[in-house]
T-cell receptor, first 114, second 111 residues
Framework: GAVVSQHPSRVICKSGTSVKIECRSLDFQATTMFWYRQFPKQSLMLMATSNEGSKATYEQGVEKDKFLINHASLTLSTLTVTSAHPEDSSFYIC??????????FGSGTRLTVV | GQQLNQSPQSMFIQEGEDVSMNCTSSSIFNTWLWYKQEPGEGPVLLIALYKAGELTSNGRLTAQFGITRKDSFLNISASIPSDVGIYFCAGLRGNNNDMRFGAGTRLTVKP
């Protein structure tokens, strides 16, 4: 089946630094990937849709200059949290759409900003 | 973005009992998906439904795509402790790039 690898699984960074999260489709090509944010005991909230070779589409209220998305190839999308602050601490999850229109999720990245 | 209305929020049941949860929306969806998420992990797909009225089973799990295309339910029969987790419904609409999630149902199974 389709596999999406997300890295790192956990990261702790200092306030003001930037963190990059990678999302890779291992056995299929994904022209579209999605980035979600999840707070404790809450559902997944779509942050942005990442399109290969073009600019990402951000959901209302998500700062595109803070959450930089790059989808440079058909198997890799990256989310960079720039100038991270403690309120950015959250669980970030990516997903990719495979050729059968299934959506496979990565295992998530727990970001803690101290 | 618009979310789906998922209920119940949480369930505490005894091992062996059956479970039912559902999602509704005011919008029509082309596809309904049910996921399970365990702590610190991403959601894992359980069942996908593609046609109105479709009833699909995956082991002890059964899900249906409502006739109106605005709702779906998931049943778990004879629950076991490893069923513990958060179950999310998700609906796809438009060109299938627009996915919306329910708030989740947190299931606790007592041995």
């Amino acid at each position: 089946g389709a596999v999406v690898s997300q890295h790192p699984s956990r990261v702790i960074c200092k306030s003001g630094t930037s963190v990059k999260i990678e999302c890779r489709s291992l056995d299929f090509q994904a022209t579209t990937m999605f980035w979600y944010r999840q707070f404790p005991k809450q559902s997944l909230m779509l942050m942005a849709t990442s399109n290969e070779g073009s600019k990402a589409t951000y959901e209302q209220g998500v700062e595109k200059d803070k959450f930089l998305i790059n989808h440079a190839s058909l198997t890799l999308s990256t989310l960079t949290v720039t100038s991270a602050h403690p309120e950015d601490s959250s669980f970030y999850i990516c997903s990719a759409q495979d050729s059968n229109y299934g959506y496979t999720f990565g295992s998530g990245t727990r970001l803690t900003v101290v | 973005g618009q979310q789906l209305n998922q209920s119940p929020q949480s369930m505490f049941i005894q091992e062996g009992e059956d479970v039912s949860m559902n999602c509704t929306s005011s919008s029509i969806f082309n596809t309904w998906l049910w996921y399970k998420q365990e702590p610190g992990e991403g959601p894992v797909l359980l069942i996908a439904l593609y046609k109105a009225g479709e009833l699909t089973s995956n082991g002890r799990l059964t899900a249906q795509f409502g006739i109106t295309r605005k709702d779906s339910f998931l049943n778990i029969s004879a629950s076991i402790p490893s069923d513990v987790g958060i179950y999310f419904c998700a609906g796809l609409r438009g060109n299938n790039n627009d996915m919306r999630f329910g708030a989740g149902t947190r299931l606790t199974v007592k041995p």
